[in-house]
């Protein structure tokens, strides 16, 4: 069971990424997924979780309005578009797998994961 990170890379101020998270050796419709991110010095916080149909999402408070997470079952792969980004979104971001039935607030708030990625890295900066 594994889970692929990629688009991370360098972006100025209020610019825009798209980070994708493709599983390898299970099917996403099962988990419930989400979006991490660890800074320097900093605790691994969740940015973004989405229930296995979708249905439900949640956001931490410092990305709502400007991210949003998505999912494409029959690609087996999880999205995460960031818009106005800001230098304090700079981080290596972890993509994560949770039990179906983990409420998204539950997996983004006290890191109830099963499952994480290598994480990508994402640097905010003019």
């Known amino acids: 069971l594994q889970l692929v990170e990629s688009g991370g890379g360098l972006v100025q101020p209020g610019g825009s990424l798209r980070l994708s998270c493709a599983a390898s050796?299970?099917?996403?419709?099962?988990?419930?997924i989400g979006w991490f991110r660890q800074a320097p010095g900093k605790e691994r916080e969740g940015v973004s979780c989405?229930?296995?149909?979708?249905?439900?999402?949640h956001y931490a408070d410092s990305v709502k309005g400007r991210f949003t997470i998505s999912r494409d079952n029959a690609k087996n792969t999880v999205y995460l578009q960031m818009n106005s980004l800001r230098p304090e979104d700079t981080g290596i971001y972890y993509c994560?797998?949770?039990?179906?039935?983990?409420?998204?607030?539950?997996?983004?708030?006290?890191?109830?994961?099963?499952?994480w990625g290598q994480g990508t890295q994402v640097t905010v900066s003019s």
């Open positions: 994560a797998a949770a039990s179906l039935f983990t409420k998204v607030q539950d997996m983004c708030v006290m890191r109830a994961v099963d499952y």
């Open positions: 989405i229930s296995g149909s979708g249905g439900s999402t």
């Open positions: 050796g299970f099917t996403l419709d099962y988990y419930a």
